[in-house]
């Protein structure tokens, strides 16, 4: 009796086992990776050789970029610097725009200096890059009348600094009709609105120009 039980115990083993076994074999499989195929292999090898050139290709257009970048710097900080430069050397050439200012005589438009005034006179006008000379009158007389006898005392006062060895190319004349420096109510102002004003303009350097003034 117990043999017949045991064998009916195995046999019902045998037909049992199949089932089970194969649903362990179904579970383990399924949880293990599948191993990547060739063609798997080479596209993801594909891919990663185009993402690390994309790559490359993206640094280097950074590298470009901040190379402009810091090219853009240097010439901004180039233009600032000439920039800086230039108005210190204008400030510098108006601090050294002198003028000194001679008188004529009523009616008179010969510039005849005194030996100290041509001295003096030559002496800054060799120092100077330009020299402008403007020529005055009074309020006497027409306005066509006065625009030519300014213009006449400051082509003589040119013309004076030119056959004093002035370079003439530097030398620029104009009339200043209808200016004043003083009232025309008295003579003493009058006198003093009949002039010729020389403007010198110096190089910014060690040179040192005379004093503005009048010259009676």
């Given amino acids: 009796m117990k043999r017949q039980v045991l064998k009916a115990s195995i046999a019902g083993l045998l037909v049992v086992s199949p089932v089970v076994y194969a649903g362990f074999r179904v579970i383990e499989e399924g949880s293990a990776?599948?191993?990547?195929?060739?063609?798997?292999?080479?596209?993801?090898?594909?891919?990663?050789?185009?993402?690390?050139?994309?790559?490359?290709?993206l640094q280097q257009q950074e590298a470009a970029l901040r190379a402009e970048h810091e090219r853009t710097a240097a010439e901004l900080e180039r233009v600032r610097v000439a920039l800086a430069e230039a108005e210190l050397s204008r400030a510098r050439a108006l601090d050294k725009l002198e003028t000194l200012s001679m008188r004529f005589a009523f009616g008179q438009t010969a510039f005849i200096p005194t030996a100290e005034e041509s001295a003096s006179l030559i002496?800054?006008?060799?120092?100077?890059?330009?020299?402008?000379?403007?020529?005055?009158?009074?309020?006497?007389?027409?306005?066509?009348?006065?625009?030519?006898?300014?213009?006449?005392?400051?082509?003589?006062?040119?013309?004076?600094?030119?056959?004093?060895?002035i370079t003439e190319s530097k030398v620029s004349t104009a009339s200043g009709t209808g200016v004043y420096a003083a009232s025309n109510d008295t003579a003493a102002g009058r006198a003093a609105n009949r002039r010729v004003v020389f403007a010198f303009r110096y190089p910014v350097g060690p040179e040192a120009p005379v004093e503005s003034g009048t010259v009676q």
């Fill in 33 to 57: 990776p599948k191993p990547s195929t060739p063609l798997q292999i080479a596209t993801e090898a594909q891919e990663n050789t185009r993402l690390h050139g994309e790559l490359s290709v």
């Fill in 123 to 165: 002496r800054t006008a060799h120092a100077a890059d330009h020299v402008s000379v403007t020529g005055y009158t009074d309020s006497w007389g027409s306005r066509s009348a006065n625009e030519r006898v300014a213009l006449a005392r400051a082509e003589s006062a040119k013309q004076y600094l030119v056959q004093s060895g």
